[in-house]
């Protein structure tokens, strides 16, 4: 069955600090793959997306995400926590072929930033 | 930036009663969708549209819903009488319907939170 696992439920950095929050996905073939933010109010922003090519891909904010297909995982990352970044984190997949066009997502990360 | 709006942003209502959430996708997008949340749990895909009719639906999504787009900029959502465990967040999405399935990014609206007491 196709599933996106996000293990950490929450997780609480300090400001500064780098952060990496865990993607694992279970599908067919390799989907495509996003990651979407949801600050508090607000809706589903995309940070970024990998459709092929090169697997570390950059996104919005100073966020970078690797895929690792031997590892079926899709992992954000960020080099230095900023207070602002606390939100809640999803990670989604799409289908790589035609016949349906739903997003499968994960439970979300909640992200905690201490001064 | 050109972004979904989703109205209202909170409804409450009583079991059995009809809700209808609003939404207005990006403007030149083509396909639309409505995914729920129900709190603590996954974001789940309810519905998507095209052209006038839904183009996919899951087991979610049975007789008590339904959407429509009644003028060129709204598409909604209707829930015919709800139920306790409707309660969740719904956010409304839209895609430019261009390129293949997957491909295509989906933007999102806030949600709108609905209670059902």
């Known amino acids: 069955a196709q599933s996106v696992t996000q293990p950490d439920i929450h997780i609480t950095v300090s400001e500064g600090a780098s952060l990496e929050l865990r993607c694992n996905y279970s599908?067919?073939?390799?989907?495509?793959l996003f990651w979407y933010v949801q600050s508090p109010g607000q809706g589903l922003q995309l940070l970024l997306k990998y459709f092929s090519g090169d697997t570390l891909v950059q996104g919005i904010k100073g966020f970078e995400a690797e895929f690792k297909r031997s590892q079926s995982s899709f992992n954000l990352r960020k080099p230095s926590v900023h207070w602002s970044d606390a939100a809640e984190y999803f990670c989604?997949?799409?289908?790589?072929?035609?016949?349906?066009?739903?997003?499968?997502f994960g439970t979300g990360t909640r992200l905690k930033v201490l001064a | 930036e050109p972004e979904v709006t989703q109205t209202p942003s909170h409804q409450v209502t009583q079991m059995g009663q009809e809700v209808i959430l609003r939404c207005v996708p990006i403007s030149n997008h083509l396909y639309f969708y409505w995914y729920r949340q129900i709190l603590g749990q996954k974001v789940e895909f309810l519905v998507s549209?095209?052209?006038?009719?839904?183009?996919?639906k899951s087991e979610i999504f049975d007789d008590q819903f339904s959407v429509e787009r009644p003028d060129g900029s709204n598409f909604t959502l209707k829930i015919r009488s709800t139920k306790l465990e409707d309660s969740a967040m719904y956010f409304c999405?839209?895609?430019?319907?261009?390129?293949?399935?997957?491909?295509?990014?989906?933007?999102f609206g806030p949600g709108t939170r609905l209670l059902v007491l």
């Open positions: 999405a839209s895609s430019g319907g261009v390129l293949a399935p997957g491909r295509e990014t989906q933007y």
């Open positions: 989604a997949v799409g289908p790589p072929t035609s016949g349906t066009y739903k997003y499968i």
């Open positions: 599908y067919g073939a390799t989907p495509y």
């Open positions: 549209f095209y052209n006038n009719e839904i183009s996919e």
